[in-house]
């Protein structure tokens, strides 16, 4: 059995599709482009895709993963192309190593995200973000299945920027209009900080409230270089490593 992992991304109007919509439309291309899948055993059968840590409904992404199990040795690059081709245009399939090692998913220690504030002046949101640093812990709430929890947002943030968006540059707001854009990493603790949570720590510590939803985009997410602040590619390994050193039955 090979197995292979792949990133995709939700691009446009398509980083409104939910983790299941996703799901069909890949499994859909899967058919489309006659994948060997292997599939699991039980009554009800289905292909053995592993996904990992997928962003929210409604945040875009340049960096989500998921692995598949094949029953049939094929190129990762030329199956990412044939199920690239099969995928809705903004559900992009961009990157396909083989798996050779196993622990993916605690390569993904942090995430590199994008916040586009329409209607937010460049120095309102770059003051916002120097009272959020210099505070030692930023508690917010946030509703959960049991309920109303209350946690530190500053303790996952390894950084936190603002810059102005390039003049002429759309957001998703009238053009002409003033839009801050924060860079943030941020570390994958439990329980995970999202973006969200941030905007509502900037909220509760310099009262930056955009006047309409911010645009978010994760760029990157995986291992954590300590000595950047960076966040690296976790399919190196993978790309790096001897084909003998195919992991047997790891899994995203």
């Given at each position: 059995m090979q197995r292979v992992r792949l990133r995709y991304t939700k691009r446009g109007r398509l980083r409104f599709t939910s983790h299941r919509d996703f799901q069909r439309a890949f499994e859909r291309a899967l058919r489309r482009a006659d994948v060997p899948m292997a599939y699991s055993a039980g009554f009800t059968p289905h292909p053995k895709v592993?996904?990992?840590?997928?962003?929210p409904t409604g945040t875009g992404s340049e960096a989500e993963y998921l692995e598949i199990a094949l029953t049939e040795r094929r190129e990762p690059q030329e199956l990412r192309s044939m199920l690239d081709t099969c995928m809705p245009t903004g559900l992009d399939i961009v990157d396909a190593v083989e798996v050779r090692t196993s622990d993916f998913t605690d390569r993904l220690e942090a995430s590199e995200w994008e916040l586009r504030l329409p209607g937010v002046e460049?120095?309102?949101a770059s003051d916002a973000v120097g009272k959020f640093l210099a505070a030692e812990s930023v508690e917010v709430e946030r509703r959960t299945?049991?309920?109303?929890?209350t946690f530190d947002a500053r303790a996952a943030?390894?950084?936190l920027t603002s810059a102005e968006a390039p003049v002429g540059e759309g957001a998703d707001g009238p053009r002409g209009e003033p839009?801050?854009?924060l860079r943030l990493v941020v570390r994958h603790l439990t329980p995970a900080v999202r973006p969200d949570d941030v905007l509502s720590g900037l909220r509760a510590t310099a009262d930056?409230?955009?006047?309409?939803?911010?645009a978010?985009?994760?760029l990157a997410q995986g291992p954590l270089d300590e000595e950047t602040g960076t966040v690296t590619d976790p399919l190196a390994p993978d790309r790096d490593a001897p084909l003998v050193a195919t992991a047997p039955g790891g899994s995203a």
């Amino acid at each position: 059995m090979q197995r292979v992992r792949l990133r995709y991304t939700k691009r446009g109007r398509l980083r409104f599709t939910s983790h299941r919509d996703f799901q069909r439309a890949f499994e859909r291309a899967l058919r489309r482009a006659d994948v060997p899948m292997a599939y699991s055993a039980g009554f009800t059968p289905h292909p053995k895709v592993s996904y990992a840590n997928a962003a929210p409904t409604g945040t875009g992404s340049e960096a989500e993963y998921l692995e598949i199990a094949l029953t049939e040795r094929r190129e990762p690059q030329e199956l990412r192309s044939m199920l690239d081709t099969c995928m809705p245009t903004g559900l992009d399939i961009v990157d396909a190593v083989e798996v050779r090692t196993s622990d993916f998913t605690d390569r993904l220690e942090a995430s590199e995200w994008e916040l586009r504030l329409p209607g937010v002046e460049p120095g309102e949101a770059s003051d916002a973000v120097g009272k959020f640093l210099a505070a030692e812990s930023v508690e917010v709430e946030r509703r959960t299945k049991k309920g109303i929890r209350t946690f530190d947002a500053r303790a996952a943030v390894t950084s936190l920027t603002s810059a102005e968006a390039p003049v002429g540059e759309g957001a998703d707001g009238p053009r002409g209009e003033p839009c801050a854009i924060l860079r943030l990493v941020v570390r994958h603790l439990t329980p995970a900080v999202r973006p969200d949570d941030v905007l509502s720590g900037l909220r509760a510590t310099a009262d930056l409230a955009p006047p309409v939803p911010a645009a978010v985009t994760r760029l990157a997410q995986g291992p954590l270089d300590e000595e950047t602040g960076t966040v690296t590619d976790p399919l190196a390994p993978d790309r790096d490593a001897p084909l003998v050193a195919t992991a047997p039955g790891g899994s995203a």
